[in-house]
């Protein structure tokens, strides 16, 4: 009798890309029966509380408050390597600068998302309106806040709407550190036994790999989930999202992530924790 493992991520189409090994059945482990839950990511950070899924997703952000309950894995990553969420104002607008920003109201894709921690790393000070993240770009051009942060699609598309960028915080991020920023992660429940964590983290190395080998049939995949983007700007964005640092985090990767928390936790913005990791 095999054993449901429920595996939780975004329907976006990064997300979708570097599963399509498990949900196409290409990637699989003896005695494992893989369940795909769908649920944007700060439900999935919520859900993870109650240590709901086996495999969740999660921001880097939520971590700090769920480290009892999962270890986090090297494969499954979306880091911004020299990009990343963005901060973004109406064409018609006054402020030019971040720093201009600093008291304004800023809607935010979630309290728990990681653009919200590297926009609260960045900007102290704002006041964040929480938001949900389709309806960033709207708030923005309604007048509701003065500026809002935008990620997944919204920042290939922002120009388009009418938006303009003040600043990417995953460009400014990497010329201060040298380092990717972190955003979401995969990780594994802690409470289940060692040997099933194992396997776990060697299959989502697989289906990642089989994604990136196979990157036509995964972006077919993927395009059911790319929320009005074109072929091309669904490869950009998957481009993106899904590369060498989701295939495996290496040394770099854990220390950006480290550096992310610690740096969260020195202005007393998260609680202070040591990521732990699930070796494959």
Do not use: C
Not at 176 to 190: D, S
Not at 242 to 270: C, H, M, Q, Y
């Amino acid at each position: 009798m095999s054993q449901t493992i429920r595996v939780a991520h975004s329907p976006d189409s990064d997300d979708a890309f570097m599963f399509y090994g498990l949900a196409s059945g290409a990637v699989r482990a003896d005695g494992l029966e893989f369940v795909h839950e769908l649920s944007d990511i700060e439900t999935l950070n919520q859900a993870a509380l109650a240590g709901r899924y086996e495999i969740t997703a999660l921001s880097v952000h939520a971590y700090a408050y769920l480290h009892d309950k999962y270890l986090l894995l090297d494969s499954g990553a979306s880091f911004g390597d020299g990009y990343g969420p963005t901060i973004v104002v109406d064409q018609g607008s006054q402020f030019l600068r971040l720093e201009e920003l600093k008291n304004a109201r800023i809607a935010i894709p979630g309290k728990w998302t990681s653009a919200a921690l590297a926009l609260s790393l960045r900007l102290p000070g704002h006041e964040p309106v929480v938001t949900d993240f389709k309806d960033v770009g709207r708030m923005v051009k309604l007048g509701k806040v003065e500026a809002g942060l935008v990620i997944h699609e919204g920042q290939l598309t922002a120009r388009e709407e009418g938006l303009r960028v003040v600043e990417d915080l995953g460009r400014t991020w990497k010329d201060r550190t040298g380092l990717p920023l972190p955003l979401g992660m995969n990780a594994v429940r802690k409470d289940l036994p060692e040997p099933l964590r194992r396997t776990l983290a060697r299959v989502m190395t697989e289906t990642v790999s089989y994604g990136l080998s196979h990157r036509e049939k995964a972006l077919d995949h993927a395009m059911t989930y790319a929320r009005g983007l074109d072929r091309q700007k669904a490869d950009t964005f998957v481009g993106m999202y899904v590369n060498e640092w989701t295939r495996d985090l290496g040394p770099r990767g854990r220390e950006a992530v480290s550096l992310f928390l610690k740096e969260s936790a020195d202005r007393g913005l998260i609680p202070r924790v040591t990521p732990e990791f699930q070796d494959r």
